[in-house]
């Protein structure tokens, strides 16, 4: 989210009458909003939290977890998927993680319904089309399920009759919910994803609603 800059210039009303202002009268210079020390906040989103502040309805969002004040997210990351958000007030670093043309890399891990081939997933590799337009290529490939993950509360929904796994994917960009539509769109629905890594930030072994300050390192 950019900050923005209050305009300095307003509207006075005079009780008397109106009255002009000279054309050589200097403007009052916009007094810039104060964003305070730089700040970097990795954070491990838990499952069912909102990728936001607040919340009207009182469900759970980034507050309860990080008391940090003057940060925001750098990308969105859906209420029911997990795994690593970038809270920062550096514009240009937010702009390098989410603006479509910086091409940085995100990297997933997704449990599926199914087991999909390899062929199932070459539309991945060289781009499919979704509803919005078609998408940039993406790396994916089949992976064990990650040695480092974590229960998730409440566990996910699995049918006895239908095989799971794991696929690890790389997009590119970022559109709404677009990872579970395009595993939807091959025909192997999301049932959990994790978002690792934005770029060179990882989760680092933080446990879901842990956070670190990493505004010193980058």
């Not at 337009?133 to 566990?155: K, M, N």
């Not at 999301?190 to 680092?204: V, Y």
Request: positive net charge; glycine residues 8%; without cysteine.
């Amino acid at each position: 989210m950019r900050l923005l800059f209050l305009s300095a210039k307003t509207m006075r009303k005079s009780s008397v009458s109106p009255h002009r202002v000279k054309r050589n009268s200097p403007r009052q210079a916009a007094k810039p909003v104060d964003k305070g020390p730089r700040s970097v906040i990795l954070f491990n989103k838990p499952f069912d939290v909102l990728p936001q502040f607040s919340d009207e309805s009182g469900r759970r969002t980034l507050k309860d977890y990080v008391p940090q004040t003057g940060v925001y997210a750098a990308g969105r990351l859906d209420r029911d998927s997990e795994g690593l958000m970038v809270l920062t007030n550096d514009g240009a670093l937010q702009a390098k993680l989410t603006q479509p043309g910086k091409r940085t890399g995100k990297v997933y891990f997704v449990q599926v319904e199914g087991e999909p081939a390899e062929s199932d997933l070459l539309p991945f590799r060289h781009g499919l089309t979704l509803k919005d337009g078609p998408t940039l290529p993406a790396l994916i490939e089949r992976v064990a399920e990650p040695d480092w993950l974590w229960q998730r509360e409440p566990p996910i929904r699995e049918r006895k009759s239908i095989p799971t796994s794991w696929l690890k994917i790389t997009l590119f960009e970022g559109r709404n919910r677009q990872v579970r539509r395009m595993t939807a769109h091959i025909g192997f629905p999301t049932l959990r994803l994790i978002r690792f890594s934005m770029g060179t930030l990882q989760l680092e072994g933080l446990a879901p609603g842990e956070w670190r300050d990493i505004s010193h390192l980058i």
